[in-house]
């Protein structure tokens, strides 16, 4: 069965400061990896995923992560955060055949400071 | 195009009451999914469907049940509602089951249990 860690449950920036949130994973087969972002009071959005090829994936807003097999990891990085970028970020993993399910992690409180 | 919506948004319950969350949309996707959401856990897969009139259990599907009689909507329900079910409920959709595909998720519902 995949899991999915992400270490820190809260990161505080400043704005215009870049961000990394970590994400690692554990599976004994290849696996899609995604981040989702959740707004207040609002749904899970797709940010982006990774499904096979470059492994530097770029996303919606900014948002990039570099998938690293060698070190089970997907984190999530963006180079100058903004007030809006303020959200939760869920990192998740679903295994390369004929499985329905998202195994998501505990998420990541972004808190962007003025 | 809505997408996926949930009704209703907010709801209180005594222990021991019923009731059914709403689940639907209209991008005509196979795979539906209930989670709930709980502080420090992330997101957690109670029941899914692959299908109109089929359903799964997922990850904690304990004390709820779900049906899919037409393809766009997806219930779940609660028959003996108890305060371990306070939770955020979130529906998600997907076009198919395989693992690289995006879910799009419902804006919640938050359900309190007294």
């Known amino acids: 069965a995949q899991s999915v860690t992400q270490l820190d449950s809260q990161v505080p920036v400043f704005e215009e400061a870049p961000v990394e949130l970590r994400c690692n994973y554990s599976?004994?087969?290849?696996?899609?990896l995604f981040w989702y972002v959740q707004y207040p009071n609002q749904g899970l959005q797709l940010l982006l995923k990774?499904?096979?090829?470059?492994?530097l994936v770029k996303g919606i807003n900014g948002f990039e992560a570099e998938f690293n097999k060698s070190q089970t990891s997907f984190h999530l990085r963006k180079p100058s955060v903004h007030i809006s970028d303020t959200a939760e970020y869920f990192c998740?993993?679903?295994?390369?055949?004929?499985?329905?399910?998202?195994?998501f992690g505990t998420g990541t409180r972004l808190t962007i400071i003025p | 195009n809505a997408g996926v919506t949930q009704t209703p948004k907010f709801r209180v319950l005594k222990t021991g009451q019923s009731m059914t969350l709403l689940c639907a949309q209209d991008?005509?996707?196979?795979?539906m999914y209930w989670y709930r959401q709980d502080p420090g856990m992330g997101l957690r897969l109670i029941h899914y469907?692959?299908?109109?009139?089929?359903?799964a259990k997922g990850e904690v599907p304990d004390g709820y049940n779900v049906s899919r009689l037409k393809k766009q909507n997806f219930l779940l329900g609660l028959e003996s509602a108890a305060p371990s079910q306070t939770s955020v409920y979130f529906c998600?959709?997907?076009?198919?089951?395989?693992?690289?595909?995006?879910?799009?998720f419902g804006p919640g519902t938050r359900l309190l249990v007294l």
């Open positions: 998600a959709s997907s076009s198919l089951g395989r693992g690289r595909e995006t879910q799009y």
């Open positions: 599976s004994s087969v290849s696996v899609y």
């Open positions: 990774y499904l096979s090829g470059s492994t």
């Open positions: 998740a993993v679903s295994m390369d055949f004929g499985n329905e399910k998202l195994t």
């Open positions: 991008m005509n996707h196979e795979y």
């Open positions: 469907s692959v299908g109109e009139g089929t359903t």
